[in-house]
């Protein structure tokens, strides 16, 4: 069986999501905030970015991830809420999917960690490659939760 992604590749021009972060900036939320956390704390507004992506026309929307890994998220004191942000990433972004009706493809938003790995920084890779790894596996039992079974 053929990847979604790729059979959407196959029939011409895929169009994604934007920048989350910007439209939340847009919408009220502070700099400074951890724009992840609000998969928590305001799913309400994430929900709506995630709709409004949808209804302009997205094949593919990114949850509300990007900055939800354990060292960003130590940045705010959320260290501890690497799952349960991220698991909230996955559900807002597939709900949206369902709510709109229409069939986009739901993919995982990974970045950076904002941290210098050794040598030239203090990092070890094998510690961001941790929280990566963790990042991850928090989405995938999300996505595998909800019934999806690709990205």
Excluded at 31 to 39: S, T
Excluded at 123 to 137: G, K, N, S, Y
């Amino acid at each position: 069986m053929t990847h979604p992604l790729l059979s959407r590749l196959q029939q011409g021009v895929v169009l994604t999501d934007g920048a989350m972060g910007t439209v939340l900036y847009d919408a009220g939320t502070p700099l400074d905030d951890c724009f992840d956390a609000l998969n928590l704390t305001a799913p309400a507004t994430v929900a709506a970015v995630h709709r409004a992506y949808l209804e302009a026309g997205a094949d593919i929307i990114e949850t509300n991830t990007f900055g939800a890994n354990r060292y960003r998220l130590e940045g705010f004191g959320l260290g501890d809420k690497v799952r349960q942000i991220n698991r909230a990433g996955v559900r807002l972004a597939r709900e949206a999917r369902e709510v709109t009706g229409v069939d986009a493809l739901v993919a995982g938003s990974i970045g950076p960690t904002a941290r210098t790995l050794a040598p030239i920084g203090l990092t070890r890779p094998e510690d961001v490659q941790a929280a990566f790894r963790e990042q991850i596996e928090a989405m995938v039992d999300a996505f595998l939760d909800t019934g999806f079974t690709y990205f």
